[in-house]
């Protein structure tokens, strides 16, 4: 996702910025003495850079995610641009995309948030050193670091919420993912879908299913489903509701079910339970199925050469 996707994902308006501004006391005032701090940053920009990395390349955890010295020296240059963009004094939409793709970049990369503020942390008492030397006046000193202080911590903000948003995304994704390999629907022969159903049937998993399922019974136009439950540990009421859900919803798509896999303890607990499936086709064999499921659609298989 782009930097300007997680603004609006976020509601980063205008009418939230400014309330995060009055939130962190960031005042026009603070943003006019940062902007006059600019060429105190220049002068001391690549000393608080290199003493900056000095921690994070000094550091067992950190190190790692600068493997080699072509990314330290490019990372120290995008170092050096948001260093000097504090100093900018004005809080607009390029800057919040800036300050959103350090927090995407750092959720890519897998950094956790507990080592950029660490980071900060050395940030700001390196800053601080330098502001205390910079002024003659300890006050001036104090009052430029607290208004950076301000700008700084809710960039923080920014970046937090959007590694939180990326990361999400991620979830999602990756959730997405394991449904899809979860509930394989295969194309068998034109209009013959099959899915082999492995593991567990829970009420998440039975609502996947479904979902997958007529997705694809109406994307292929399908006639016939053949759904294998051989992979299946234990069949009880609720697994046996769910497949008999799912075969009603294709039912309205216009298809069939063929029900296939079943052992002979999967056919006693059946039987047992009570639970009536005789609006599905049943088959022991996959094969079984298949050879039904093509009658069905006017195919047959036969022996080579026949």
């Given at each position: 996702m782009k930097p300007r996707d997680h603004l609006a994902k976020l509601k980063l308006d205008e009418s939230e910025i400014a309330s995060r501004r009055a939130f962190f006391e960031l005042t026009d005032e603070d943003l006019a003495r940062i902007a006059s701090l600019r060429p105190f940053a220049e002068a001391h920009t690549d000393e608080i850079i290199e003493a900056f990395y000095d921690l994070l390349l000094h550091h067992p955890e950190t190190r790692k995610f600068f493997p080699d010295e072509t990314t330290v020296r490019r990372v120290k240059k995008s170092q050096r641009d948001y260093f000097l963009s504090l100093f900018n004094g004005a809080?607009?939409?390029?800057y919040l995309e800036n300050r959103a793709r350090v927090g995407e970049a750092h959720e890519r990369i897998g950094m956790p948030p507990k080592w950029y503020l660490g980071a900060?942390?050395?940030?700001?008492?390196?800053?601080h050193q330098k502001l205390l030397a910079h002024f003659s006046d300890p006050a001036d000193a104090h009052a430029?670091?607290?208004?950076?202080?301000?700008?700084?911590?809710l960039d923080m903000s920014i970046a937090i919420?959007?590694?939180?948003?990326?990361?999400?995304?991620?979830?999602?994704?990756?959730q997405a993912a394991i449904r899809?390999?979860?509930?394989?629907?295969i194309r068998v022969h034109?209009?013959?879908?099959l899915l082999p159903v492995v593991g567990t049937i829970d009420s998440l998993r039975a609502t996947q299913i479904m979902e997958t399922v007529l997705t694809k019974v109406s994307e292929e136009q399908a006639k016939v489903l053949i759904l294998d439950i051989a992979g299946v540990p234990v069949v009880d009421t609720k697994v046996a509701d769910h497949l008999l859900k799912t075969t009603a919803a294709v039912r309205l798509l216009g298809a069939k079910t063929i029900l296939t896999g079943i052992s002979a303890q999967v056919a006693r607990t059946i039987i047992q339970l009570g639970?009536?499936?005789?609006s599905m086709e049943t088959q022991s064999r996959l094969q079984d199925g298949i050879e039904l499921a093509l009658s069905l659609v006017g195919k047959a298989i036969t022996p080579k050469g026949a």
């Open positions: 809080v607009g939409t390029t900060y942390r050395r940030y700001m008492a390196l800053l430029a670091y607290h208004s950076v202080k301000k700008l700084v911590f919420d959007t590694y939180i948003a990326s990361n999400l995304d991620a979830i999602k994704r990756h899809e390999l979860s509930t394989p629907v034109e209009r013959v879908l639970v009536d499936i005789s």
